[in-house]
């Protein structure tokens, strides 16, 4: 393949590789011929070990530069027409500055490199929900993850035609090379120069310097939410950080459920749960991302915009998420888990024994007891979704199917119940707008320390969150208020007089799916609060469960004194948007207040 039929495209392919230098242009069309062709290179120039044939088939695994580990926050820049558009919780820079900046890391930026054309759909390909990206990158990794993670090649070429429209993104490891003699590292990257850039104005992403998951499959995180949140805005629908759940109840109806949860919270293990309640099916549509439009009916419909799941390994076992160790026993991409002797990977929390002797994620021998871990915390999986065996058989659907319920949640140890649904898509849009989560055991900062992220979207909207929330509740606002989803916040993590989690979550969570099914269903019986609806006494499926009533009582209840002191908190949490705070909002919390008050 050489060049597409699009003019604009090949012009701007061309002005990118006269000003990047690469020493070859490769078209990328998604066949495994390809796929295999570049992993052979890869494991050749020593940047990936193929794994055992037995133990991993078709499988490698990637160990990153220690500088080049995770997402970028400080160095991801929203570069907006006006400085207020990019809001209190992006980094915004100034276009023109940054196009000048830019213009001078990426001159000569691939020398001695292949430039690596990646066409690719978010969204089964020409469906009315998908968008098209072209994703220009130095690094072979990048295309092997994204053959997995979107679909790549001819067919989306096909759906662009000669004047489709399609987000720009750019992409290079920052890495030159002076010669054919000279060797790569075995993760070439600028570990001290990343520029994860955002032009939501013109739909272009710039990303220099690393070539690690959200920084550099930029149809992921730059793409699918921070660019699209802001063509959502523009063009009336939604794209937003949530898994898509299918729900089959024992007479056989379904039904769709989307959920946002701040990190650190099970939300993969959610999308690929197995269910404890009898008779009750859960199937996966996606694990990280929807794009929600509304249908021709009134409805609101739902696409996974990716085709793989990214996601982190440490954790991931037999007994937390069965489907996930299912999903990547083969043809699976992983980065910086350790390595075993029989050429297999190993990671924390997969086994509760480690094996004897490793190869850590640093090339290092490891040892249980070192000291140190064997794979890095954010070490990950790159693995397509039609290999989970819970994948919903309409996941690549191109209308989307129709979400019933929406879901927030957070980590938090009082305060919050297991589950409540709001009253209003208003006011449930309040509930996510103060979604929150205490932080873990985490490197930085105080642990149990309240952090807020409103709809898990924190780092990724691509403009001011004020008027994120105003998009909210317009969409709300000029929707069918019957056909709209019901909105649901939910808590596992509850705990104890004594620290101990009430809930025993996993597959148990199932029993807060049945409510919700049946809530939406007009079924199962709820019971007011200060705060939202409840269920009532006996309404929540607790049989055959190790819980007492006081512990049902406990995780379910809403703690009046609690949230009186949670209200400066939030406000200190609002006072961040300004005057672009809508007073909706605003009101929904002196509404709150006064309820509380009432129970006093
Ligand atoms: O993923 C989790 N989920 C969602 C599962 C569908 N985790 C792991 C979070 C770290 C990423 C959970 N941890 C969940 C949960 O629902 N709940 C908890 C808290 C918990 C941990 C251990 C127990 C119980 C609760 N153990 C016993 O009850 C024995
Ligand atoms: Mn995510």
């Known amino acids: 393949m050489?060049?597409?039929?699009?003019?604009?495209?090949?012009?701007?392919?061309?002005?990118?590789?006269?000003?990047?230098?690469?020493?070859?242009v490769h078209w990328c069309d998604g066949s495994a011929a390809e796929f295999d062709a570049l992993t052979a290179l890869m494991v050749n120039a020593g940047m990936a070990v193929r794994l055992s044939e037995t133990k991993r088939p078709g499988s490698f695994l990637f160990r990153s530069s220690p500088g080049d580990v995770a997402r970028v926050e400080n160095r991801t820049y929203i570069c907006s027409e006006h400085v207020g558009d990019a809001g209190p919780t992006n980094n915004w820079a100034d276009p023109g500055e940054m196009r000048a900046t830019l213009k001078g890391l990426f001159k000569d930026c691939m020398r001695g490199r292949t430039m690596y054309v990646v066409p690719y759909s978010m969204g089964p390909v020409g469906s009315p929900i998908a968008g098209i990206g072209v994703e220009l990158t130095d690094s072979p990794y990048v295309v092997c993850n994204m053959h997995l993670m979107t679909r790549v090649g001819a067919p989306v070429l096909k759906v662009l035609g000669h004047d489709g429209t399609f987000?720009?993104?750019?992409?290079?490891?920052?890495?030159?090379?002076?010669?054919?003699?000279?060797?790569?590292?075995?993760?070439?990257?600028?570990a001290e120069n990343k520029y994860i850039c955002h032009f939501p104005d013109s739909r272009e992403i710039a990303s220099y310097g690393s070539g690690y998951g959200g920084n550099a499959l930029l149809g992921k995180k730059c793409h699918a939410l921070r660019i699209a949140s802001v063509q959502a805005r523009d063009e009336g629908w939604l794209a937003e950080h949530m898994l898509i759940l299918k729900v089959t109840c024992p007479r056989g109806s379904s039904k769709y459920f989307a959920a946002a949860f701040p990190s650190a919270c099970g939300k993969t293990n959610l999308a690929l749960m197995n269910p404890t309640l009898p008779g009750w099916k859960i199937e996966t549509v996606g694990d990280d991302i929807a794009w929600m439009k509304f249908g021709s009916d009134g409805r609101l419909y739902a696409i996974n915009p990716e085709a793989g799941f990214f996601g982190v390994a440490p954790g991931t076992s037999v007994d937390s998420n069965p489907n996930a160790m299912k999903t990547i026993e083969r043809n699976t991409l992983f980065t910086n888990c350790a390595l075993t002797p029989g050429g297999d990977v190993w990671w924390e929390g997969m086994s509760k024994e480690p094996p004897p002797a490793l190869t850590d994620w640093l090339r290092r021998p490891w040892a249980p007891?070192?000291?140190?871990?064997?794979?890095?915390p954010n070490a990950r999986f790159t693995v397509a979704a039609k290999q989970n065996p819970i994948c919903a058989g309409e996941w690549e659907q191109p209308e989307g199917v129709p979400i019933s319920a929406i879901l927030f949640g957070g980590r938090r140890a009082s305060m919050v119940p297991l589950v409540n649904e709001a009253l209003t898509w208003q006011h449930g849009t309040f509930l996510g707008s103060i979604m929150a989560s205490e932080r873990t055991a985490a490197a930085t900062g105080t642990v149990g320390e309240v952090r807020f992220d409103?709809?898990?979207?924190?780092?990724?909207?691509?403009?001011?969150?004020?008027?994120?929330?105003?998009?909210?509740?317009?969409?709300?606002?000029?929707?069918?208020?019957?056909?709209?989803?019901?909105?649901?916040?939910?808590?596992?993590?509850?705990?104890?007089g004594q620290g101990r989690f009430l809930w025993p979550g996993y597959g148990e969570n199932s029993r807060v799916l049945k409510?919700?099914?049946?809530?939406?269903?007009?079924?199962?019986?709820?019971?007011?609060?200060?705060?939202?609806?409840?269920?009532?006494?006996?309404?929540?499926?607790?049989?055959?469960?190790?819980?007492?009533?006081?512990?049902?009582?406990?995780?379910?209840?809403?703690?009046?004194?609690?949230?009186?002191?949670?209200?400066p908190t939030i406000e200190q949490h609002y006072g961040r948007f300004g005057q672009r705070l809508p007073a909706a909002l605003a009101q929904e919390l002196k509404d709150l207040k006064q309820r509380l008050d009432g129970e006093r």
């Open 2 to 24: 050489a060049e597409s039929a699009h003019p604009e495209l090949n012009a701007w392919v061309k002005a990118n590789v006269e000003h990047c230098a690469p020493d070859r």
């Open 167 to 190: 987000v720009r993104g750019l992409h290079s490891v920052g890495q030159p090379l002076k010669g054919p003699l000279q060797p790569d590292s075995p993760w070439p990257c600028d």
């Open 369 to 376: 007891g070192c000291g140190r871990t064997a794979a890095h």
């Open 454 to 496: 409103p709809m898990a979207m924190l780092p990724f909207c691509g403009y001011h969150m004020g008027d994120y929330f105003a998009h909210w509740l317009k969409v709300g606002a000029t929707a069918d208020a019957e056909k709209l989803p019901r909105i649901y916040f939910v808590n596992w993590f509850r705990r104890d």
């Open 515 to 567: 409510w919700i099914f049946e809530r939406v269903d007009g079924k199962a019986q709820a019971a007011p609060s200060p705060i939202g609806n409840l269920p009532a006494p006996g309404a929540l499926d607790t049989a055959s469960m190790k819980l007492s009533a006081e512990q049902l009582n406990e995780v379910t209840r809403c703690n009046i004194g609690n949230w009186h002191r949670e209200i």
